[in-house]
């Protein structure tokens, strides 16, 4: 719960920040001297990209957490019995030897966004966060075109 606090803590300070951002760029646009409409000009895309980028994050953590939930009520989340340190991390040791199995999962059923989530947890429990990331968005991707066909 405190993890999602401080994402809604930070979240309100980028917002915040990109409204403060906005406001000057406007400023300087109306400021009729050619350098600072200039500058005006290239610092409002920065608040653009802003917004863009944190309403991308909220949504994929949204969706991911969607899928969480959903494949927790289907009872198909791993189990959560891997050793942790004292201060909670997982140990990566043990998370990789149970990765294979995950990966051997999503190459026996690619279309399978439950395998493909599976394979996300098990690449956080390793400690890769990019591909974690990666195989989260290819299990949204793929649950998404689920709910279009059906």
């Known amino acids: 719960m405190t993890a999602r606090i401080g994402a809604i803590v930070m979240a309100a300070l980028l917002a915040l920040y ?3 951002v906005a406001q000057y760029a406007i400023l300087l646009l109306g400021s009729g001297d050619s350098i600072a409409v200039g500058i005006g000009a290239a610092l409002i895309v920065l608040p653009v990209i802003g917004a863009w980028a944190l309403l991308a994050e909220i949504l994929f953590v949204a969706r991911g957490n969607r899928l969480i ?3 927790g009520d289907e009872g198909g989340l791993p189990p ?3 050793p ?3 201060s909670g991390r997982i140990d990566r040791a043990a998370a990789d030897v149970e990765f294979p199995a995950y990966q051997a999962a999503v190459e026996a059923n690619p279309e399978s966004w439950r395998d493909w989530l599976r394979l996300g ?3 956080d429990a390793s ?3 990019r591909r974690a990331r990666w195989a989260s968005r290819k299990a949204i991707s793929l649950e ?3 709910r279009r066909a059906a």
């Open 18 to 20: 990109l409204v403060v």
């Open 69 to 71: 939930a959903r494949l």
């Open 80 to 82: 959560d019995d891997l």
């Open 84 to 86: 942790r340190s004292p």
């Open 121 to 123: 947890l098990a690449y």
């Open 127 to 129: 400690g890769d966060r």
């Open 144 to 146: 998404r075109g689920e």
